[in-house]
Each structure stands twice: as structure tokens, then as C-alpha cells.
């Protein structure tokens, strides 16, 4: 068995996750990427080709991090590496804040300067992105993305696979549904349902 890790992705996420992979102490095996990956992502071997998960599992890999900043793909591969028998791991930035009552999933990204407080649960491949916030008894649900510089005030539910764009606000009490794009900046006050796309201050709905 091999204890370091596979990494997913090759693009500017990843070089992201990677850091934060070896700022935690963890050693980075490659990462798989697609037909188009470069040949290195910072100074890792870019292997091409989901292929090679099947393979690299089969030589004692079973660590991995999905670092896709796409939902719906992070999501997608996420499941088939497990399928494959990998187990997801955490990239947690030893410069984020996280509450020990605070509950997290599998395959979850914490990014500097981020507060996770009481009793919040982040589910399976959450990114929470450079210094946002995450007020108390939140929840954010599988594959949902919270920009950098978001805040969450308290009791906010963020239905799976929706994204919060760079710099968005929720009031307290809030829920945002499945699917849900808040664009970059928007303050939102009241419910949104899922797969709308809200914009502004406070956001109105772009579509649903
Ligand atoms: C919301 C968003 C997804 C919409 O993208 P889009 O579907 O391509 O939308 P368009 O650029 O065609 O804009 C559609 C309308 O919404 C407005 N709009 C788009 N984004 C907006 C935003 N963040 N705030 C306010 N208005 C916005 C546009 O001005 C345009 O208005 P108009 O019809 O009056 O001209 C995108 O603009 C956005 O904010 N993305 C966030 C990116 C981000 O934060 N990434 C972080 C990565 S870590």
C-alpha cells in the first residue's frame, strides 16, 4: 500500500490543493488529468487519462484528492474513485479555523484563512476557498463550492452542488437550494430554490 497521495486534476485548483496536500505533511504520488493536462502541475507528473486510476489503484494507491473546481465533475469522479476503491482525503490549510463541534465530510477542501464555526457540517467535496467564512450551525452540502471570500452567516443551508461566487454574503436563516449559481458579490436575503442563478445586491434571479 502506498500512503501518498493521487491527486485529480492538473489545472489551478489543483496546484492549490496540492500546497495544501504537502503543508499538512502529505507527499503527492502524481496527478491524473486530462488529454489536454500539461505535463507537470507545479512540480508533479501529470499522468493523462482516467485510465490510469484503474492502474495506479492496482499498484497500492488508494489515497486520493479530487481537485476539479467543477462541481458537477468533482462530484462524478469523486464517486468513481471510490468505486475504484480509493478513499477520499481532506486538504485542510493548517491556516484555516475550524470549530471542533464543526462536522466534516470526505474530500473536502479548507483553504487558508477560513472559519468553519459551531456545529456547521460541510459534506463530501466541499471546497471552502480562501478566506471564507462559515458561521455557526450552517450547512453546506456535497460538492457545493463557497468562493474565496464568502460569508455564511448563521444557520445558512447550501443544497448540494450549488456555487457561491467570489465574495457572496447570506444572511442568517437562508436556504439555497440544489444547483444554485449566486454570481460573484451577491448579498442574498432571502430563500432561493434549486437550480436558479441569482445575481446582485440583494440578488434577484437571472434564470430558474
Ligand atoms: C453569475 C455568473 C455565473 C453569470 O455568468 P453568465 O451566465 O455568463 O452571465 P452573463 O455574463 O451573460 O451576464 C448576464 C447578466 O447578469 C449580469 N451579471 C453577471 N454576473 C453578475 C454578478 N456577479 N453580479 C451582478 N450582475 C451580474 C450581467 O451584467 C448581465 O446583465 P445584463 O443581462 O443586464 O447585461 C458570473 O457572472 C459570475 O458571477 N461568476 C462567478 C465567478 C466566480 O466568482 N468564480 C470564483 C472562482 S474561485
Known sequence: MRSDIVVVGAGGHAKVCIELLRSMGESIACCVGGSDSPDLCLDVP????????????AKGHFRLFVA?????????LG?????????????????????????LGRGVA??????INAESV?????????????DHDCRVGQAVHIAPQCALAGNVTIGNLSFL?????????????EHVTVGAGGVVICHIGSGATVVGVPTRVLNS
Open 165 to 177: 461566487g467570489v465574495g457572496c454574503k447570506v444572511i442568517p436563516e437562508i436556504q439555497i437550494g
Open 110 to 115: 479548507v483553504m487558508a484563512g477560513v472559519v
Open 122 to 134: 460541510i459534506e463530501d467535496l466541499a471546497i471552502i476557498n480562501t478566506g471564507a467564512t462559515v
Open 79 to 103: 464517486t468513481i474513485c471510490v468505486g475504484h476503491g480509493y478513499q477520499l482525503v481532506n486538504a485542510i490549510s493548517p491556516h484555516a479555523i475550524i470549530s471542533p463541534s464543526a462536522k
Open 46 to 57: 501529470v499522468l493523462r487519462g482516467d485510465e490510469h486510476l484503474v492502474s495506479l489503484r
Open 68 to 76: 476539479i473546481g467543477s462541481n458537477r465533475l468533482r462530484e462524478r
